[in-house]
């Protein structure tokens, strides 16, 4: 099946209607594309879920912190459309940063604390953004059903208290982070990486991973688990770990003693891609 790609909000919202008068569920899988299996994974549970799949495909510029980024971020529309007709997905929505913002928008979403720490305080007002465009989004599809990865830990969190929050009426799927064999998570950045510096990004996993067994073999104190995780990052001219937390999963506040589940997350910089990835971690029983 090849998608209806769609570019206006008058146009996606009047197809969204005729789906739904068909009695048809809506479900939405909002990316900004150069997709990779982890989106096919959300598409695929998208479909199985609901009658009618929409999926944006939208670099928005209202989330990067550095114009270099934002140039260099993939797009790669004709493949993205052609991998979500081969998963069922009926309507993409394509919209141009004019569509969505025809004039710089005033308002935005304010994340609070959910985005004091990690990413948020690496990337000002980037979860404003997110946040920002997600509510947009929300408002121009009016999903039953709204999917993300959990590899964007932080992300996550913040939609489902913006859902909590407005009493929006989404229920918010989050999706397991898929991998590479080695253990890299895939993300849309990864193909960004110089084939002479791949082997370095699984670097990041490995540190998650060590952390969680840090935390598995009982380590409570943060300062503990980073050293056990920082280990695992190579000694490299253009490797840095930029941050690497424990923090409560859901508030997204870093813990002073580990005592029941945390998100272990971190952002690693490989060259000039950075990378960001998470695990749960559960100490033992005592
Ligand atoms: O995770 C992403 O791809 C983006 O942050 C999202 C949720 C599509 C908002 O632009």
Redesign the pocket.
């Known amino acids: 099946m090849i998608p209806d790609v769609v570019t206006t909000i008058a146009e996606l919202r009047a197809r969204v209607l005729g789906a739904r008068h068909s009695g048809a569920s809506i479900g939405l899988v ?3 594309g150069a997709l990779h299996e982890g989106h096919a994974s959300l598409a695929t549970r998208a479909r199985a879920d609901n009658g009618c799949v929409v999926a ?1 495909i ?1 670099v ?1 510029p209202l ?1 990067f912190d550095r114009q270099d980024d934002l140039d260099a971020y993939p797009r790669t529309l004709d493949a993205d459309v052609a991998a979500l007709g081969n998963l069922g997905v009926e309507l993409v929505f394509a919209p141009s940063p004019s569509e969505m913002y025809p004039v710089p928008p005033e308002l935005g979403i304010d994340v609070g604390r959910l985005g004091d720490h990690l990413c948020g305080r690496h990337r000002p007002g980037h979860f404003r ?2 946040a920002t ?2 509510m947009k ?1 929300f408002q121009i599809v009016q999903p039953d059903r709204a999917y ?2 959990e590899k ?1 830990a932080q ?1 996550l969190a913040i ?1 489902r208290r913006l859902v909590a929050d407005f009493n929006l009426p989404v229920e918010v799927v989050g999706m397991p982070t898929l991998r590479e064999a080695d253990g890299l998570a895939l993300s ?1 950045r990864n193909r960004r990486l110089r084939p002479e510096e791949r082997h370095l990004a699984v670097a990041l996993s490995r540190a998650l991973t060590e952390g969680r067994l840090a935390i598995e073999a009982g380590a409570t104190d943060p300062a503990t688990v980073r050293l056990a995780a920082a280990q695992a990052i190579p000694t490299a001219p253009r490797v840095r770990l930029e941050y690497f937390e424990s923090v409560d999963p859901e508030t997204m506040q870093p813990v002073d003693r580990i005592s029941g589940t945390v998100t272990l997350a971190g952002a690693l910089w490989v060259g000039d891609v950075r990378l960001i990835d998470n695990v749960r971690a559960t100490p033992p029983l005592r």
């Open positions: 909002p990316t900004m944006s939208f928005n989330q953004g997110v465009v997600v989004l993300f990865g964007d992300q939609i849309s």
